[in-house]
């Protein structure tokens, strides 16, 4: 194949959905986020409180990463009058946690 041929390639994502996926991974390059997902992708749904004590982090550390994570749809929340659940946002975010975790386990 050559790199004219490469560039013409139909199957290449368009710019918009390349810096789109960028950001994702942007969001998922930090360890606090990432222990949060992995601890949401173990536990399945928590409050900010019982997340903050799961991950080993501050409450308040907790509610700026989620905000964050919300934000980039990676979790969803569930309103139980004051309280708020989170859960990760679909079965892409939890497929791509283990296929992160199953390559580490792998190249080590």
Excluded: N, W
């Amino acid at each position: 194949m050559t790199v004219a041929t490469a560039r013409e390639t139909p199957d290449l994502p368009a710019p918009e959905a390349v810096s789109e996926l960028a950001d994702i991974f942007g969001v998922l390059s930090d360890p606090g986020r990432l222990t949060l997902l992995i601890t949401l992708l173990d536990a399945g749904e928590l409050c900010v409180h019982d997340l903050a004590a799961a991950a080993g982090m501050s409450e308040s550390a907790v509610s700026h990463a989620l905000r964050l994570l919300r934000a980039h749809r990676v979790v969803h929340v569930r309103k139980a009058g004051r309280m708020s659940f989170y859960r990760l946002a679909d079965s892409h975010v939890r497929q791509l946690l283990d296929l992160g975790l199953q390559h580490i386990g792998h190249s080590s």
